[in-house]
């Protein structure tokens, strides 16, 4: 069975709720105790570990925002001393200092538990060759893949990112059957592999992908490019890393693991999102010893899936990530998130994978919304006028889902910037 810790992956709902308020009260119990910033927060709250008692969720515990790990950079969040501390790792925004986070030893293996519970679930075994094709550095997706792939005994190849070519013929070479990287690193991958011409000689079956959002068109082209089930999987260095989330081979929804984290969705006004109403994740980690958090405000964007899941997993499913509250557009009063402009792109044959999306607005002049997409070589027929219909026709289907019109600007295959981790896709111009 695709089981790495059965009984806690399909745990009665009622088992799990109890063991969900038995750890919240021990973190937040001792977060009060340790962490000067939790103490003061819960203080200003009037609240102490006692009143907890009967706590049913966690609406009346302290929030937390990115800015609070800025501001007790780099280890005043820590709730161990520094020498139970085994490991940092760090993400480095577009401003000021990284946010860092710590790990105990049992972090650490609590978190390895997690990513082998996934890869398990999408069906590898110690039979995979598993090859991990991201950064190996503060980025949590290096180690933290790695150890998972240790821990359910597959062969880990850390090939890091860099050389595309020498990354497939490694591929091809040691007949790696699994891979991970981002979504945007495995378009390009695949992209190579066809201008290689070696599609053929690659023995993958999995893939995984995440670390940023990515729709399900990318996921059709992934799977048909190179031959595989492609999974979706999220994680946050905040809470851990990525394992946090992960698809089952149902490919319906994320199982988020609930003996791990408090799940709550909230809307712009903090009060709950009922199941299939979509808002902000917000987690509570449940076992983190060196950096617990409470109510972190992740700032991803999804709803909770309430359906039983056919593959007998309890915890709930989250549909996958739109995107993140600040990557959502707002142009003329309209919500555009990145990941529905893929999905129409994706859907129309002569466009290729890349896209750019640039928002601009002219002195007291409504919000311009321009988007270069890259065409395919089957688009080029040598008449100007196949090329002005074709971008007639993808003005008018993006018009169509998004309600709103944009210019669009085709542009020669490879001329849009390629990369190896998250891609940026949003230029937002606007001074705002
Ligand atoms: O990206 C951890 C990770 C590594 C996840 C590898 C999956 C695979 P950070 O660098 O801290 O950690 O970035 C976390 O990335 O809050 C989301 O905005 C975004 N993100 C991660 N996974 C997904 C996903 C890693 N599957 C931030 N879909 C998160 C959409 C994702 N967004």
Known sequence: MNFWQPKLETMKRSDLQDLQMRRLKDTVKRAYERVPFYHQKMKDLGLTPGDLAGIKDARPLPETRKGD???????????????????????????????????????????????????????????????????YG???????????????????????????????????????????????????????????????????????F????????????????????????????????????????????????????????????????????????????????AMPLIRYHTGDVTYMMEDDCPCGRSSVRLHRFLGRADDMLVVRG????????EDVLLKIPEIGDYFQVVVDRKRHALDDISIKVEVRDIAFTGELADLARLQKKVEGELKSVMKIRSKVELVEKGSLPRTQGKSKKIVDLREI
């Open 69 to 135: 790990l800025r501001d007790n950079y780099p280890f005043d969040l820590f709730a161990v001393p520094r020498d139970e501390v085994v490991r940092v790792h760090a993400s480095s925004g577009t401003t000021g200092k990284p946010t860092v986070v710590g790990y105990t030893a049992r972090d650490i293996d609590a978190w390895s538990d997690m990513v082998a519970r996934d890869l398990v679930m999408v069906g590898c075994s110690r039979e995979d060759v598993f090859q991990n094709a991201v950064n």
């Open 334 to 341: 309209i919500n555009v998130f990145p990941s529905q402009i």
């Open 210 to 289: 995440g670390a940023e959002p990515w729709s399900d068109g990318a996921r059709m082209e992934l799977e048909e490019m190179l031959n595989i089930k492609a999974y979706d999987s999220y994680g946050l260095s905040e809470m851990f890393g990525p394992g946090v989330a992960f698809e089952c081979q149902e490919q319906d929804g994320l199982h988020i693991w609930e003996d791990h984290f408090l799940v709550e969705i909230l809307d712009p006004e903090g009060e709950p999102c009922a199941p299939g109403e979509r808002g902000e994740l917000v987690l509570t980690s449940l076992t983190k010893e």
């Open 138 to 208: 503060f980025f949590t997706g290096g180690l933290g893949i790695h150890y998972g792939i240790e821990r359910m005994g597959a062969m880990a190849v850390p090939s890091g990112t860099g050389d595309t070519k020498r990354q497939i013929e490694i591929m091809i070479d040691f007949g790696v059957t699994a891979l991970h990287c981002t979504p945007s690193y495995a378009l390009y991958l695949a992209e190579t592999v066809t201008e290689m011409g070696v599609a053929g000689d690659l023995s993958l079956k999995i893939g995984c």
